[in-house]
């Protein structure tokens, strides 16, 4: 990581990711990255202008890490934005790549139960997932075989984060209550109820 970090050659920043990429399927190994301020290194890169192959490992490691509920701390708040803006503009030309942008937001999203979002962060993803699954529709009787195979793939990622965002918009609408009788104050997310419930009720 240090070596990313120390040199503008592309090549050696390829090879780098790419181990990276290998080791971040662990755990152990995840923790240790994101304390090293992988995340930030990885941000700057997807949203720069950068060769596709470093793209392509920069969002293959993000999604290794995405499983990690330590990355969404990192990732939330404004970063999220680098990330949107990158599904806003993922396109049919790099199937690969737009599928595993989506897969991001889906693994932090399974990862975490819910992303702390803003309303147009939200909205803004909402929106760039819904055009994906419909382009992801009408491409699906021209695709090859090999396209076909990316967007059957593409559609169940889809399908996944698009349950999510309905389950959350109708549980934010319900709210989360505070279980102790009499107190009746409601949340509009399960860990601000839980802070709530231990600032409030736990001597
Ligand atoms: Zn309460």
Not at 49 to 71: C, F, M, P, R, V
Not at 180 to 185: A, D, E, L, N, Y
């Amino acid at each position: 990581m240090q070596l990313c970090d120390k040199t503008d050659n592309p090549e050696i920043i390829v090879e780098c990711l790419r181990i990276l990429c290998n080791l971040g399927r662990n755990p152990q190994i995840q923790k240790l990255l994101i304390l090293e301020g992988i995340i930030d290194k990885l941000l700057d890169y997807i949203s720069s202008d950068i060769e596709e192959e470093i793209l392509g490992y920069s969002i293959g490691l993000l999604i290794n890490l995405s499983t990690n509920k330590q990355a969404y701390e990192e990732i939330k708040g404004e970063k999220l934005n680098k990330i949107i803006e990158l599904l806003k503009k993922s396109d049919f030309e790099n199937l690969e790549l737009t599928k595993n942008i989506v897969k991001i937001f889906s693994n932090i999203y399974i990862t975490s139960g819910n992303i702390q979002w803003t309303t147009i962060q939200r909205d803004e993803i909402n929106q760039a997932i819904t055009n994906i699954g419909s382009e992801c529709d009408s491409c699906l009787d021209v695709a090859n075989e090999e396209e076909k195979n990316i967007l059957n793939d593409l559609h169940s990622v889809i399908k996944i984060f698009i349950n999510f965002i309905a389950e959350s918009t109708l549980q934010k609408e319900k709210g989360f209550l505070c279980p102790v009788k009499g107190c009746g104050r409601k949340f509009e997310s399960k860990s601000e109820m839980e802070s709530h419930f231990s600032r409030r009720h736990k001597n």
